[in-house]
């Protein structure tokens, strides 16, 4: 039998998809610069048929990339030539939430949307989020271990994580769903997957813990002078307000971008050079408390602050319109990475001048999440010039001692900058896991590790 027979035979000729209309939809990236051909796309509905497309590649030795909502920016969900592309969209389930426990069991497949939804009506909530949260799932924030707008007090996908099972490159299945707050037997399998890109195995469902819904919450938008200001600004907000839950971090000509593309007003009656959006949330409304500590705040040039659902999500338009507004000016080069915060302001400062030496005619947007020192770097009208700007911009990033990457991952976009942010020893001990656990490196071939 042909490989498409095995995969038929183990999880439905309908979900062995190879008529190629139909596997081009999954063969692009979301942001048009990244793609390949898949052989054909096998969508599992749960964990015993995902191992079994597993095993019937291994057999056949045929690579396997694994996309869950392919939302990703930095190659890693799309094929290389010739690979079977596994989707995670069947893999749904959302177990009853454990609500003594604040923990809940979903597959790898559940978009962000829907898991708010789904415990929302319970009183609890999950601790990251972000714009693509209709469309990402909560497999690829794992393995990306996705950071968003609420870091700042939940912390990443990781520490979202409490348990995990995955199919191994060889079909075995490791499941530990328990989710103990307090387990320290060994090494930690479930940790050692957030964030391995799908380079490790495929995780089919995961145990997250919940946190509170807070109903209080109030937005600002507050116009500042500069990056410099902009951090300030925030580290006196959280000395002030223990309700603080995001920052984030945006310019005039960002702002500019997305109020012609959304059609979006002005939001001052002025034009600032940098723009702060903060939430605050609690059981009662921050708004009282919030305007206090911005009246106090020297940095503040202006601001606007809503209380009520309408009015929040109006401001919250300004930050999280940013992505769609840059896709629509054109294919950008997209780069996440994180400074130390007493070195954002000199970075920023830095960066426009190093990409014009890479691509002169470059357009640059930023914005990022202010207390991390994580900046979304996208550069318009430089496809062509892609490695030149990456290479400027990572280095740069690295001489202030900062990451290639924050949160979106290392894929096949930044792997041979690893090195910037990796030393020797921990890359070898990477590739040392790697060749343990996938020796014929069947899964998500030329991601993460260099070659």
């Known amino acids: ?13 309908t979900h062995v998809l190879t008529d190629r209309s139909v596997v081009a939809s999954y063969e692009t990236d979301w942001t048009g610069r990244f793609s390949g051909v898949a052989r054909c796309v096998a969508r599992p509905a749960d964990t015993g048929q995902t191992a079994a497309v597993v095993r019937a590649c291994a057999a056949a030795g045929v690579p396997l990339c694994i996309q869950g909502g392919n939302t990703g920016l930095v190659g890693a969900s799309v094929p290389v030539d010739g690979s079977v592309l596994l989707s995670t969209a069947r893999l749904t389930t959302v177990d009853p939430v454990d609500v003594v426990s604040a923990q809940v069991t979903v597959g790898a497949g559940v978009t962000l949307a829907a898991l708010q939804r789904a415990v ?10 972000f714009a693509a949260r209709e469309s990402c799932t909560v497999g690829g924030m794992v393995a990306t271990n996705a950071g968003g707008e609420r870091v700042l007090r ?17 079909g075995t299945v490791v499941s530990r769903l328990t989710g103990l707050p307090k387990d320290n037997t060994g090494y930690d399998v479930v940790s050692l997957l957030a964030g391995s890109e799908g380079t490790l195995g495929v ?17 600002a938008l507050v116009a500042v002078a500069d990056t410099a200001a902009a951090v300030r600004l925030v580290r006196g907000l959280r000395d002030a307000l223990p309700s603080l839950e995001a920052a984030e971090l945006f310019y005039a000509d960002g702002l500019a971008l997305v109020r012609e593309k959304a059609g979006l007003p002005a939001p001052f009656a002025d034009e600032h050079p940098a723009y702060v959006l903060v939430e ?3 059981r009662h409304d921050p ?14 040039r202006d601001a606007t602050v809503a209380g009520d659902v309408r009015g929040r999500h109006a401001l919250w338009a300004y930050r999280e319109s940013h992505t769609e507004a840059i896709n629509a000016a054109g294919v950008p080069v997209k780069l996440d990475v ?16 190093a990409i014009a030496v890479a691509a002169p005619a470059a357009r640059l947007i930023l914005f990022g999440h202010v207390n991390e020192g994580n900046l979304h770097v996208n550069v318009l009208d430089a496809v062509e010039r892609a490695e030149a700007v990456s290479d400027a911009v990572l280095r740069l990033v690295a001489s202030y001692g900062g990451s290639i990457s924050a949160e979106h991952g290392v894929g096949r976009a930044k792997r041979p900058w690893l090195a910037l942010s990796r030393s020797t020893e921990e890359i070898a001990m990477m590739r040392a896991i790697k060749n343990a656990l ?13 070659d």
């Open 1 to 13: 039998m042909t490989l498409e027979q095995d995969l038929a035979e183990a999880i439905g000729a």
């Open 120 to 129: 929302r009506e319970l009183g609890l909530d999950v601790g990251v989020d």
């Open 154 to 170: 939940y912390g990443t996908m990781r520490a979202q994580l409490l348990g995990i099972e995955a199919v191994l490159a060889d």
């Open 203 to 219: 995780i089919t469902r995961l145990r997250l813990r919940l946190v509170p819904m807070l109903a209080g919450r109030a937005v």
């Open 280 to 282: 605050c949330a609690q």
């Open 287 to 300: 708004t009282d408390e919030l305007l206090e500590v911005l009246a106090a705040a020297p940095e503040v």
């Open 338 to 353: 994180a400074v130390p915060l007493p070195a954002l302001a000199d970075a920023v400062a830095a960066l426009p001048a």
């Open 438 to 450: 996938d020796p014929n490196g069947l899964l998500n071939p030329g991601v993460l590790l260099p």
